[in-house]
Protein backbone atom coordinates (compact mmCIF):
# COMPACT_ATOMS: atom_id res chain seq x y z
CA UNK A 1 0.00 0.00 0.00
CA UNK A 2 0.87 3.22 -1.18
CA UNK A 3 -0.28 5.19 2.10
CA UNK A 4 -0.63 8.68 1.68
CA UNK A 5 0.27 10.19 -1.67
CA UNK A 6 0.87 14.13 -2.10
CA UNK A 7 2.19 16.00 -5.52
CA UNK A 8 3.76 17.59 -6.03
CA UNK A 9 6.95 17.16 -3.81
CA UNK A 10 8.03 20.39 -5.05
CA UNK A 11 7.27 24.18 -6.36
CA UNK A 12 8.27 27.34 -6.80
CA UNK A 13 5.55 30.11 -6.80
CA UNK A 14 5.86 33.74 -7.64
CA UNK A 15 4.03 36.25 -5.13
CA UNK A 16 -0.53 35.89 -6.19
CA UNK A 17 0.06 32.87 -8.52
CA UNK A 18 -2.65 30.28 -7.56
CA UNK A 19 -1.48 26.61 -6.86
CA UNK A 20 -3.49 23.00 -5.56
CA UNK A 21 -1.60 20.36 -3.62
CA UNK A 22 -3.14 17.18 -3.78
CA UNK A 23 -3.52 14.51 -0.91
CA UNK A 24 -4.77 10.43 -1.67
CA UNK A 25 -4.74 8.05 1.09
CA UNK A 26 -5.62 4.07 0.42
CA UNK A 27 -6.13 3.25 3.86
CA UNK A 28 -10.17 4.17 3.37
CA UNK A 29 -9.49 6.18 6.48
CA UNK A 30 -12.05 8.90 7.31
CA UNK A 31 -10.52 12.07 8.26
CA UNK A 32 -7.78 13.69 6.64
CA UNK A 33 -5.75 16.75 7.73
CA UNK A 34 -3.80 19.55 6.05
CA UNK A 35 -0.61 20.80 8.26
CA UNK A 36 2.80 22.93 7.74
CA UNK A 37 5.40 22.97 9.11
CA UNK A 38 7.93 25.82 9.72
CA UNK A 39 11.60 25.78 11.06
CA UNK A 40 11.57 26.43 14.70
CA UNK A 41 7.87 25.02 15.18
CA UNK A 42 5.55 22.44 15.33
CA UNK A 43 3.02 21.18 12.61
CA UNK A 44 -0.07 23.62 12.74
CA UNK A 45 -3.12 22.22 11.13
CA UNK A 46 -5.00 24.53 8.32
CA UNK A 47 -7.53 22.68 7.74
CA UNK A 48 -9.26 18.94 8.40
CA UNK A 49 -12.00 16.90 6.64
CA UNK A 50 -13.72 14.47 9.78
CA UNK A 51 -15.17 12.71 7.54
CA UNK A 52 -16.06 12.79 3.13
CA UNK A 53 -18.46 15.69 2.68
CA UNK A 54 -17.01 17.95 5.41
CA UNK A 55 -14.77 20.24 6.12
CA UNK A 56 -13.17 22.55 9.17
CA UNK A 57 -10.68 25.21 9.78
CA UNK A 58 -7.48 24.46 12.10
CA UNK A 59 -5.44 26.74 13.66
CA UNK A 60 -3.79 28.47 10.45
CA UNK A 61 -6.35 28.29 7.59
CA UNK A 62 -5.61 32.04 6.08
CA UNK A 63 -5.33 32.14 3.05
CA UNK A 64 -6.17 28.70 1.83
CA UNK A 65 -9.13 26.22 0.71
CA UNK A 66 -9.84 22.66 0.79
CA UNK A 67 -11.88 20.28 -1.29
CA UNK A 68 -12.65 16.92 -0.04
CA UNK A 69 -13.00 15.49 -3.28
CA UNK A 70 -13.63 11.78 -2.35
CA UNK A 71 -12.99 9.99 0.71
CA UNK A 72 -9.49 9.45 -0.77
CA UNK A 73 -8.38 12.77 -2.22
CA UNK A 74 -8.23 16.41 -0.02
CA UNK A 75 -6.74 19.06 -2.10
CA UNK A 76 -5.16 22.22 -0.45
CA UNK A 77 -5.58 25.55 -2.65
CA UNK A 78 -3.44 28.59 -2.33
CA UNK A 79 -5.56 30.94 -4.73
CA UNK A 80 -2.75 34.04 -4.14
CA UNK A 81 -0.01 32.50 -3.06
CA UNK A 82 1.85 34.75 -0.32
CA UNK A 83 5.61 34.51 1.07
CA UNK A 84 4.56 34.00 3.98
CA UNK A 85 3.03 30.98 3.18
CA UNK A 86 6.50 29.65 1.82
CA UNK A 87 6.69 26.05 4.14
CA UNK A 88 6.68 22.27 3.76
CA UNK A 89 3.31 21.29 3.65
CA UNK A 90 1.76 17.87 5.39
CA UNK A 91 -1.06 15.54 4.01
CA UNK A 92 -2.22 13.01 6.89
CA UNK A 93 -5.20 11.05 7.02
CA UNK A 94 -6.48 9.11 10.27
CA UNK A 95 -9.42 7.29 11.50
CA UNK A 96 -11.55 9.30 13.62
CA UNK A 97 -10.38 9.68 17.66
CA UNK A 98 -12.85 8.05 19.54
CA UNK A 99 -12.23 5.86 23.06
CA UNK A 100 -11.62 2.78 20.92
CA UNK A 101 -9.49 4.86 18.56
CA UNK A 102 -6.39 6.50 19.11
CA UNK A 103 -6.44 8.18 16.16
CA UNK A 104 -3.16 7.51 14.76
CA UNK A 105 -1.79 9.62 11.98
CA UNK A 106 -0.26 8.66 8.54
CA UNK A 107 1.57 11.19 6.99
CA UNK A 108 2.49 11.61 3.48
CA UNK A 109 6.01 12.68 2.45
CA UNK A 110 5.56 16.28 2.29
CA UNK A 111 5.03 19.14 -0.06
CA UNK A 112 7.84 21.96 -0.27
CA UNK A 113 6.32 25.07 -1.21
CA UNK A 114 8.49 28.18 -2.06
CA UNK A 115 6.69 32.26 -2.67
CA UNK A 116 8.92 34.21 -4.48
CA UNK B 1 -2.17 28.12 26.59
CA UNK B 2 -2.14 24.96 25.45
CA UNK B 3 1.80 24.37 24.71
CA UNK B 4 4.53 20.96 24.33
CA UNK B 5 7.83 22.38 25.04
CA UNK B 6 10.54 19.82 23.73
CA UNK B 7 14.47 19.49 24.87
CA UNK B 8 17.11 19.60 23.92
CA UNK B 9 16.22 21.57 20.95
CA UNK B 10 19.11 19.30 18.86
CA UNK B 11 21.71 16.58 20.70
CA UNK B 12 24.73 14.98 19.06
CA UNK B 13 25.68 11.60 20.72
CA UNK B 14 28.35 8.50 18.98
CA UNK B 15 26.93 5.30 18.17
CA UNK B 16 25.98 3.09 20.13
CA UNK B 17 25.19 5.58 23.28
CA UNK B 18 21.84 5.94 25.11
CA UNK B 19 19.92 9.66 25.25
CA UNK B 20 16.86 10.78 26.38
CA UNK B 21 14.61 13.37 25.07
CA UNK B 22 11.94 15.29 27.02
CA UNK B 23 8.78 16.99 26.71
CA UNK B 24 6.32 19.08 28.70
CA UNK B 25 3.60 20.17 28.25
CA UNK B 26 0.16 22.54 29.36
CA UNK B 27 -2.15 20.60 27.31
CA UNK B 28 -5.36 20.30 29.17
CA UNK B 29 -7.82 17.86 29.02
CA UNK B 30 -5.70 15.57 28.12
CA UNK B 31 -6.01 12.41 26.32
CA UNK B 32 -3.00 10.84 25.21
CA UNK B 33 0.64 11.92 23.69
CA UNK B 34 2.35 10.64 21.15
CA UNK B 35 6.12 10.61 19.55
CA UNK B 36 6.93 10.32 16.15
CA UNK B 37 10.06 10.05 14.24
CA UNK B 38 10.92 12.60 11.16
CA UNK B 39 13.63 11.77 9.08
CA UNK B 40 14.84 14.34 6.71
CA UNK B 41 12.59 15.20 4.03
CA UNK B 42 9.74 12.69 5.08
CA UNK B 43 7.12 12.84 6.70
CA UNK B 44 5.91 12.03 10.29
CA UNK B 45 5.88 8.29 11.44
CA UNK B 46 3.95 7.12 14.97
CA UNK B 47 7.07 5.78 17.36
CA UNK B 48 4.32 5.25 20.40
CA UNK B 49 0.69 6.09 21.73
CA UNK B 50 0.27 6.49 25.40
CA UNK B 51 -2.83 7.14 27.31
CA UNK B 52 -3.05 8.91 30.55
CA UNK B 53 -3.18 5.89 32.14
CA UNK B 54 -0.14 4.56 30.76
CA UNK B 55 2.90 4.90 32.20
CA UNK B 56 5.68 3.41 29.38
CA UNK B 57 5.43 1.97 26.58
CA UNK B 58 8.30 0.21 24.20
CA UNK B 59 8.56 0.11 20.54
CA UNK B 60 11.81 -1.89 20.44
CA UNK B 61 14.77 0.64 21.17
CA UNK B 62 12.46 3.43 22.26
CA UNK B 63 11.12 3.58 24.93
CA UNK B 64 8.39 6.34 25.92
CA UNK B 65 7.33 7.11 29.74
CA UNK B 66 4.62 9.41 30.79
CA UNK B 67 3.99 10.75 33.99
CA UNK B 68 0.62 12.92 33.75
CA UNK B 69 1.22 14.26 37.15
CA UNK B 70 3.56 16.62 36.18
CA UNK B 71 2.80 16.22 32.64
CA UNK B 72 5.93 15.03 31.52
CA UNK B 73 7.13 12.57 28.73
CA UNK B 74 10.69 11.43 27.72
CA UNK B 75 11.85 9.39 25.00
CA UNK B 76 14.57 7.24 25.68
CA UNK B 77 16.77 5.48 22.95
CA UNK B 78 18.96 2.49 23.46
CA UNK B 79 21.91 1.62 21.69
CA UNK B 80 21.83 4.22 19.54
CA UNK B 81 22.03 3.78 15.37
CA UNK B 82 23.14 5.80 12.85
CA UNK B 83 19.60 5.36 11.64
CA UNK B 84 18.22 6.90 14.98
CA UNK B 85 19.57 10.26 13.30
CA UNK B 86 16.10 12.35 13.09
CA UNK B 87 14.00 14.56 14.55
CA UNK B 88 11.33 13.58 17.69
CA UNK B 89 8.46 15.09 17.60
CA UNK B 90 6.33 15.05 21.16
CA UNK B 91 2.24 15.20 20.55
CA UNK B 92 -0.53 15.70 23.11
CA UNK B 93 -4.12 15.23 22.16
CA UNK B 94 -6.38 17.02 23.72
CA UNK B 95 -10.29 15.66 24.32
CA UNK B 96 -11.30 12.35 22.57
CA UNK B 97 -12.77 13.42 19.02
CA UNK B 98 -11.11 16.72 18.69
CA UNK B 99 -9.75 16.54 15.60
CA UNK B 100 -7.87 19.60 15.96
CA UNK B 101 -7.04 18.94 19.17
CA UNK B 102 -3.69 17.56 18.63
CA UNK B 103 -0.74 19.96 19.57
CA UNK B 104 2.82 19.22 18.19
CA UNK B 105 5.89 20.01 19.51
CA UNK B 106 8.90 21.67 17.38
CA UNK B 107 10.73 18.74 17.94
CA UNK B 108 14.33 17.42 19.01
CA UNK B 109 17.23 16.73 16.10
CA UNK B 110 19.23 14.09 17.09
CA UNK B 111 22.38 13.10 14.74
CA UNK B 112 24.25 10.02 15.73
CA UNK B 113 27.78 10.01 14.73
CA UNK B 114 30.19 7.03 13.64
Known amino acids: NAGVTQTPKFQVLKTGQSMTLQCAQD?????MYWYRQDPGMGLRLIYYSASEGTTDKGEVPNGYNVSRLNKREFSLRLESAAPSQTSVYFCASSEPPSALNTGELFFGEGSRLTVL | KNQVEQSPQSLIILEGKNCTLQCNYTVSPFSNLRWYKQDTGRGPVSLTIMTFSENTKSNGRYTATLDADTKQSSLHITASQLSDSASYICVVSGPLGGYNKLIFGAGTRLAVHP
Open chain 1, 27 to 31: MNHNS
